[in-house]
């Protein structure tokens, strides 16, 4: 496998499963250093012991809320006293509500899914943002959407509008942070592996593409990888949909 991240560091939040576990054994398996961040420690710790096992001392688990602006800043300040720097920032963290409409859903669960879906990015980049911009050495934030954001939702209030929300978000920071050399980008998937915040991926889960299968984590790794890597050097401000076809599933 190619090696392009070798020398780098790289941060995957809600790396203790599915997509974002992929995203961590991915961008390890290609020479990264990372750092597992998951609250949960029994997840978090067995990801990076799997990484470890393949290359050893390339991954450590991180607990960090990272919607909570003290821990995020504590968080980089760790990577880069085990690891010596940040090079790519993974916003993958979320939750969802489901089942209430806007008649129902209680704003508790709301305002904890923003925080979770849209503050974690703005946080997370922010500081490590930063540490990038002292570093002087550019870097790559991929912020993992969802074709919620794209669309009406009759199952799901703050899940969809966090989503649309990060979108916005990216381009903003990528105008912002593109005179750094910092390349900031979505890729957006549709249905991966288990339904957010689940374990265990339900028999028979509806989709909805043109490729007529299931997506895997691995392919949404598989993005994550090219789109911050040097090969994807000129490409900032993008959404890059790795969702079947889903939008247009049916046109």
């Not at 250093?33 to 050893?56: C, F, M, S, W, Y």
């Not at 920032?89 to 209430?100: Q, S």
């Not at 899914?113 to 911009?133: T, W």
């Given at each position: 496998?190619?090696?392009?991240f070798?020398g780098k560091?790289?941060i ?7 997509v ?8 390890a398996?290609e020479g ?5 961040v ?10 990076a ?15 960090c809320d990272?919607?909570d ?5 504590q968080?980089?300040?760790d990577?880069?006293a085990?690891?010596?720097s940040?090079d790519v ?11 209430a ?8 669960t709301w ?5 979770v879906c849209l ?5 997370c980049?922010?500081?490590a ?12 934030i991929v912020?993992?959407?969802s074709?919620?954001g ?7 209030t703050?899940?969809?509008?966090a ?9 903003s920071?990528?105008?912002?942070l593109g005179e750094h ?5 979505t ?9 957010v915040?689940?374990?265990?991926e ?7 593409n043109v ?10 790794a598989?993005?994550?990888?090219f ?9 900032t401000?993008?959404d890059i ?11």
């Amino acid at each position: 496998m190619q090696q392009r991240f070798e020398g780098k560091t790289a941060i995957v939040t809600g790396a203790g499963r599915n997509v974002g576990a992929a995203i961590a054994h991915r961008l390890a398996d290609e020479g990264a250093r990372v750092a597992v961040v998951d609250l949960d420690e029994g997840r978090g710790t067995t990801v990076a012991q799997k990484i470890n096992a393949d290359h050893p001392g390339s991954a450590q688990w991180f607990g960090c809320d990272v919607s909570d602006s003290e821990q995020v800043q504590q968080l980089v300040a760790d990577v880069v006293a085990t690891f010596g720097s940040v090079d790519v920032l993974v916003n993958n963290v979320a939750i969802t509500d489901r089942g209430a409409t806007v008649l129902e859903l209680e704003e508790d669960t709301w305002h904890q899914v923003l925080r979770v879906c849209l503050d974690s990015v703005f946080l997370c980049s922010k500081y490590a943002g930063r540490q990038m911009v002292a570093a002087g050495n550019g870097g790559a934030i991929v912020n993992i959407g969802s074709t919620s954001g794209y669309r009406a939702r009759v199952n799901a209030t703050a899940y969809a509008a966090a989503k649309a929300a990060v979108l916005s978000l990216t381009r903003s920071v990528a105008a912002q942070l593109g005179e750094h050399g910092i390349r900031v980008n979505t890729v957006v998937p549709n249905k991966v592996g288990s339904p957010v915040g689940q374990d265990v991926e339900p028999e028979g889960r509806k989709r909805d593409n043109v490729l007529n299968r299931g997506a895997v984590p691995a392919d949404i790794a598989n993005a994550v990888a090219f789109v911050a890597s040097d090969e994807a050097g000129f490409m900032t401000a993008a959404d890059i949909l790795v969702d079947g076809g889903s939008l247009y599933a049916g046109s």
